[in-house]
């Protein structure tokens, strides 16, 4: 069985124990839904900065699965395949 | 720099859109700043706890990319503390999160831990364990009026929390909706407008709906309170229950800020704004007017400020310390932070081409972290 991998930018780092990435064991149907809920489960407040406490990510917080932005797939519901890289990276906001 | 065998030192924090400021003082005519803390995070409330043995400084963070937060710092700003589950989250069952965190307001020394906080959606919350936890008030949040409260240019928040000294009369203002009153320490709420124009609905003098930009409490007379209205400056003196016009003397009667003395009856700030449809101080000259009457006549006050300023001063980038004689502080949104040790006799410039100014808070500091050094130049939270 292969892991998923979930790549943070550097700026999330620290709140991550500063691991560059994270990783979870592809166990039966993963959603970036249920991927967050694991790799972020020790890391509350990497939890807070990704996701409100509705669950919804935050606006300018992109994650991408297989180069694709999941807001143009099925957002949280999107399916993650075991193997595969998902990077979170935030979009331009501000000014 | 440190400030070394002083008993007594002040300190000013300064919210911007970018980030934090922290300013030391020993007589507040030399002011050392640094930062920023919280880099590209804007900084839109600060409250500053002194009832402790050492102050707490409490700030609502908001990231455009990771959302809003509290953190607070027992150290005067050398490191910051954040609760892992976050201190302001709306509960399962509201569908609601938390964007911005508008007022931090600690209650009164009588009440210690007890930490109120004013946010956007419109909600009030209390904390009683110093700021790092808040549960949400449920009688404002299941209020009947509340899906008809609109939003202001600035977004739909609880800005304003003024609590007697009793704790049983809490009022709140919030754009727009107006001023809501508890006669119970905040279990129950009603509208109390009576007299706020509103200039931008047909009925101009509704329940409710009114943009009321700041309310601030007489700390003298009890009942007694002052409100800068988005056009219009009024002062109720029966807890709420009517309001009367005290414009007149201003040279405008729209603005954001209301400050009042900490001690002295009748003693108010405001800041005027030219109008809502030209958002500058009048003529272009910023000034400051005090009243030491509750408003039947007030005082034109410019020494030490710019000749011309064209950035408006946003309701919470104004406050005043608890020396005597009583320091007046407020910040542009051009990032100009102005600072008063006469009550807005004279002011100084303390600090220059920030990023907008959202919130300043004072302290006089006593005790141990009087004599701590100004605090390193960057701090803040990861991410």
Known sequence: MSDITVVLPSVLQPLAGGQSYLTTPANGAVTVESLLDAVTGDYPVLARRLRDETGSLRRYVNIYVNGEEVRRLKGLDTEVAAGQEVLIIQSVAGG | ?383
């Open chain 2, 1 to 383: 720099m440190g400030f070394m065998a002083t008993a007594e030192s002040y300190v000013l924090a300064i919210g911007t859109k970018k980030g934090l400021w922290l300013a030391r003082s020993t007589d507040r005519k030399e002011w050392s700043l640094s930062g920023p803390h919280f880099l590209m995070s804007e900084i839109p409330s600060i409250g500053i706890d002194t009832r402790g043995d050492n102050p707490r400084i409490m700030v609502g963070v908001r990231s455009e990319h990771w959302g809003p937060t509290v953190a607070h710092s027992d150290d005067l700003g050398a490191t910051w503390t954040e609760p892992e589950q976050g201190a302001i989250k709306f509960p399962e069952g509201t569908d609601a999160a938390l964007e911005r965190i508008w007022q931090i307001y600690p209650d009164s020394a009588s009440r210690p831990g007890v930490v109120w906080a004013g946010c956007e959606p419109i909600s009030v919350w209390k904390s009683t364990d110093g700021g790092e936890h808040f549960e949400l008030n449920r009688g404002l949040w299941d209020h009947p009026h509340r899906s008809e409260w609109g939003a202001g240019y600035g977004g739909a928040a609880a800005h304003s929390i003024v609590v007697n000294p009793s704790g049983e009369n809490v009022h709140v203002a919030m754009s727009t909706g107006g001023v809501y009153r508890s006669l119970d320490g905040g279990a129950s709420w009603e509208a109390r407008n009576k007299g706020i124009q509103v200039r931008f609905m047909p009925d101009p003098y509704p329940e409710f709906g009114q943009c009321v930009h700041k309310i601030a409490a007489d700390a003298a007379v009890e009942g007694r309170l002052y409100a800068q209205n988005h056009h219009g400056v009024y002062r109720t003196d029966d807890n709420g229950e009517n309001w009367i016009s005290i414009a007149e003397g201003l040279p405008a009667d729209f603005g954001f800020v209301m400050l009042t003395h900490p001690r002295r009856e009748g003693t108010a700030w405001v800041v005027p704004i030219k109008a809502d449809s030209e958002r500058i101080p009048p003529d272009g000259h910023l000034a400051v007017h005090r009243t030491d009457d509750a408003g039947n006549t007030w005082k034109r006050l410019d020494v030490g400020l710019p000749d011309h300023e064209y950035n408006a001063v946003l309701r919470d980038a104004a406050a005043v310390d608890s020396a005597e004689p009583v320091g007046v502080y407020f910040g542009t949104r051009g990032g100009s932070v102005y600072a008063s040790a006469d009550e807005g006799e004279s002011f100084i410039e303390v600090a220059s081409h920030l990023p907008d100014v959202l919130c300043v808070r004072a302290a006089v500091v006593s005790g141990d972290l009087a004599e701590l050094a100004a605090a390193p130049t960057a701090s803040g939270l990861p991410a």
